[in-house]
Every structure is written in structure tokens, then in C-alpha cells.
């Protein structure tokens, strides 16, 4: 069987044995519907007659299979095929609830770890912004607290001053602006 064609019949021999053989060129030779409805569906990736619903298809066919060992392999299968056409298998897989299956194949393995590092990596952007703010609004509340003292409603000013236009309220707090004016919305 030759998933993307070339191939060619012949006969092989050694020792006694021989063996004839015939060549399926899958993009020519098989029929996609005949492939969608066997247990080999996801040869259909290498059709150049498959039909545009592929992918729910191949998804449907390993959903039906019973054996998890059976399902991993048809996944890893499809993920020998053209990128683009192994993505469109794995986001049907992902909307029939079969993710259970994705993470036992390398695939998964690589999505996830993919997924984890993007999600560490925005854990630390979101808690470097959040250390910045906070930073910021300590310097505003130091600043106001050594200007006006201790008054009410300190911590919230300088969490106001910093959201607002930083720069131009840091200017105002050293250039000697009076507090009711900082207090203004």
C-alpha cells in the first residue's frame, strides 16, 4: 500500500520463497467513501478524492472503535499526514469529547506540553504586569503618604493616580498640586 502513490507490482524472492505482490496507490486506486467506512479511514488523508467532512468522519470512525489501543493508532496515523490535514482530524477529535484519546498519542503530548508552557508563559506576563502596578501604586502611595501624611482613603488614591495618566500624576504630586485636586475624579 503506497499512502502517496508510485507504487508498482512486482515479485520478490529469496530463498525459495516467493512472494507476488500488487500495489494500492491510496490518492488514486481507493475509493474514500469504501476507506471512511473501514477500520483504515484515516488513509483517506491521502486521497486526492476526499470528501470535505474528512475529518469528522475519521474522528466518528475511531470514536466507534472500542479498543483504546486501536483508537491511538489511527490518531498517530492521521498525524503522518499533511499538517494542515492532521489539524483539521485533532479539532475533531477535540469537539466529540475525545481529548482522552489525543493525550495518549505523541500528538497530545505535544499539544499539552505546548499548552502548558503557553500558559506558564502568560503566568508570569500577567504576574510581571501585576508586580509592575503594584510597584507603581507603593511609589504613588509613598509619594503622597511623605507629601500629606497619613490620611483616609490613601491606598485608594494611589491605586487611582497610577490606573489614571501615571506620568502626568506623578508630575502633579512633585510639582506640589494640592490633595483635593489629586482627589478629583
Known sequence: MWPVGGGYPGSFQRDRLSLEYHSVNVPEDLDPEALLASPLAPLVLWSSRRPTDFADRIAGRIGKLSSR???????????????????????????????????????????????????????????????????LVRSMRLMLQNRFGDFAGLDELASKLVAGDHDANVAKVVSGAPLEELQQP
Not at 503530548?109 to 503566568?123: H, S
Request: charged share 25%.
Open 69 to 135: 489501543e486501536q483508537q491511538l493508532v489511527l490518531v498517530d496515523l492521521c498525524m503522518l499526514a499533511e499538517q494542515g490535514l492532521a489539524a483539521q482530524v485533532v479539532t475533531a477529535l477535540r469537539s466529540r469529547g475525545m481529548g482522552n484519546v489525543l493525550e495518549g498519542t505523541d500528538i497530545g503530548r505535544e499539544i499539552a506540553q505546548k499548552n502548558l508552557k503557553r500558559g506558564r508563559e502568560e503566568g508570569l506576563q500577567q504576574g510581571r504586569e501585576q508586580g509592575l502596578e503594584q510597584g
